[in-house]
Nanobody, 126 residues
Framework: QVQLVESGGGSVQAGGSLRLSCAAS????????MGWFRQAPGKEREGIAA????????IYADSVKGRFSISIDNAKYTVYLQMNSLRPEDTGIYYC???????????????????WGQGTQVTESS
């Protein structure tokens, strides 16, 4: 069983940056596909970025395209989410998730992922 642990959340002023990390441990064979999701207060959890850990296929939600970047350090089994130009609507709990296989059209869908981290809070303070 794989475990995911997120870190790097915090409070940041408008226009600021944060980098989130998601460290995978345990049975890392399941982590071929990894994604970042966020849940704002009172809203559904939404997918914002995902990739294939083999090094290609990054995709982004329109709301973060051009501002956020997902990457991976395979040697450390860690996936990152670099968040720039943060906005009030970026506030929420950020989760990483993993799956053995996710078709391209489903990589931002929460139902496609099997394993989830506990989440890390990001707050944009205007």
């Amino acid at each position: 069983q794989v475990q995911l642990v997120e870190s790097g959340g915090g409070s940041v002023q408008a226009g600021g940056s944060l980098r989130l990390s998601c460290a995978a441990s345990g049975s890392t064979g399941i982590t071929d596909f990894m994604g970042w999701f966020r849940q704002a207060p009172g809203k559904e959890r939404e997918g914002i970025a995902a990739l294939y850990t083999g090094g290609s296929g990054q995709i982004y939600a329109d709301s973060v395209k051009g501002r956020f970047s997902i990457s991976i350090d395979n040697a450390k089994y860690t996936v990152y989410l670099q968040m720039n130009s943060l906005r009030p609507e970026d506030t929420g709990i950020y989760y990483c998730a993993a799956a053995g296989w996710v078709p391209t059209q489903s990589r931002l869908e929460k139902g496609a992922y099997d394993v989830w981290g506990q989440g890390t809070q990001v707050t944009e303070s205007s």
